[in-house]
C-alpha cells in the first residue's frame, strides 16, 4: 500500500492565515501551549517534538506580549508565559534541533513558526531534558 503526503487543510482559527501552498507535510503541530509549560518542561516537548516529526514542525503561539489582560489571565494560570515571552525563539528551536524557515504574526499577539528539523543540538539530549524536567519537579 503506498503512502501520500499529508495536506492539512487549514480552516479555522490562526492556522487560516499560514499560506500553506500545498506543499506537502510530516509534521507535528502544537498550538498556544507551549507558553503555559515550564522552560524544563517545554525543551523537553521541542525534543521530542523535532525527534518524531519527518520533515516539519509548526508552532502557534504568542509571538509577543498579549498586554495587561492576556498578562492577567496568564498569570492566574501560572508563572510560565513571562518565561516564555523572554525566551529567544529562534535560539530555543535551535538547540531542539529546529530551523525556522519561516515566522509570521498572524494576530496582534499571535504567531506561527514553521520549522525544519536540524542536525544540530546543541542542549544535550531528550533524556537530559527529561532529566531536567524530573529536578524541577
Do not use: Q
Not at 501552498?21 to 525534543?47: C, D, K, Q, Y
Amino acid at each position: 500500500m503506498g503512502t501520500s503526503p499529508l495536506r492539512i487543510r487549514a480552516r479555522y482559527g490562526h492556522h487560516a492565515a499560514v499560506p500553506w501552498g500545498g506543499w506537502p507535510v510530516m509534521a507535528v503541530s502544537t498550538r498556544n501551549f507551549l507558553h503555559g509549560l515550564s522552560p524544563e518542561f517545554r525543551r523537553f516537548i521541542l525534543w521530542e517534538t523535532a525527534r518524531i516529526a519527518r520533515t516539519n514542525v509548526l508552532i502557534f503561539d504568542y509571538g509577543c506580549d498579549g498586554g495587561w489582560f492576556i498578562r492577567f489571565i496568564e498569570w492566574i494560570e501560572g508563572p510560565n508565559y513571562p518565561l516564555f515571552i523572554a525566551e529567544d525563539r529562534a535560539e530555543e528551536l535551535d538547540k531542539a534541533g529546529l530551523r525556522i524557515d519561516r515566522e509570521e504574526r498572524v494576530s496582534d499577539f499571535g504567531s506561527y513558526w514553521l520549522c525544519a528539523r536540524s542536525s544540530r543540538r546543541s542542549a544535550g539530549s531528550a533524556d537530559g531534558a527529561w532529566e531536567d524536567v524530573a529536578a524541577s519537579e
